[in-house]
């Protein structure tokens, strides 16, 4: 099975687990736009549903595939957020935020009485920090932020286009990918990024996946916390 493959059955499945009446978030990213495009299936078959994006991307996506797609001010409470994930460690601690969209993605799955992380098996890890940890930054502080990072041993990298322009999130802030390796005190390094002035958000999500639908050569398995 590729990657691809397990991205859109793992999707599949989670669109499948979505009721009709509810009020749905929707992630960000590849395997966020596989189960979008399966949830609209559903909605072309007559699932009706309210949701609430995650980003500008999801948002322009569901709208597309004729979905209702409103704000958290018109739709404050959910009933799930279903999402992918760039890394699941112990007890579903999660590192978010390759996309971009982690600021938005913390809002909306809080957002929800349940978040289902939807991934590969490549995404599952003893130990998370593999995969660089983005922190997002107010522009003005990014110099500061910078710094600050640096003397936690974080290794901040200011995120760039392939072309070289610098990198903004949908809330026009920057990105600093944190090469920091390994993480194994997750709340301890999330305190410490977030007691730093300038810093609107990170991508360590703690204690908030409700499932993590994991695809792989069996099929589609569940880890919970």
């Known amino acids: 099975m590729t990657q691809d493959e ?30 979008i495009k399966a949830l609209g299936t559903r909605v072309k078959a ?6 609430v994006a995650s980003s500008d991307a999801s948002h322009h996506l569901g709208v597309s595939l004729g979905m209702q797609v409103v ?22 601690a999660l590192i978010k935020g390759g996309g971009g969209a982690l600021l938005r993605e913390k809002i909306v799955a809080s957002a929800a009485k ?9 995404k599952v890890v003893p130990v998370l920090g593999r995969f660089p940890l983005p922190v997002e930054v107010v522009k003005m502080a990014l110099p500061l932020v910078e710094r600050r990072l640096s003397e936690l041993g974080l290794r901040p990298k200011l995120r760039r286009h392939s072309d070289g322009a610098l990198y903004l999130t949908d809330e026009n802030n920057y990105i600093l990918d944190c090469a ?15 007691g730093i002035v300038g ?5 360590l999500f703690l204690k908030m996946a409700t499932v993590a639908l994991v695809a792989g050569e069996e099929g589609v398995t569940e880890l919970r916390a």
């Open 6 to 35: 397990a991205k859109a059955l793992v999707g599949q499945r989670a669109a499948e687990l979505v009721e009709d009446g509810m009020a749905v978030g929707l992630g960000t990213g590849s395997t966020s736009t596989m189960f």
């Open 46 to 51: 007559g699932l009706k549903i309210r949701c």
């Open 71 to 92: 704000t958290l001010a018109e739709l404050p409470e959910l009933d799930v957020y279903i999402d992918g994930a760039d890394e699941v460690g112990p007890e579903l």
């Open 114 to 122: 349940k978040f289902i992380v939807v991934v590969d098996s490549t």
């Open 180 to 194: 920091c390796g390994e993480i194994p005190e997750p709340e301890k390094t999330a305190a410490e990024i977030r």
């Open 199 to 203: 810093v609107v958000e990170h991508g």
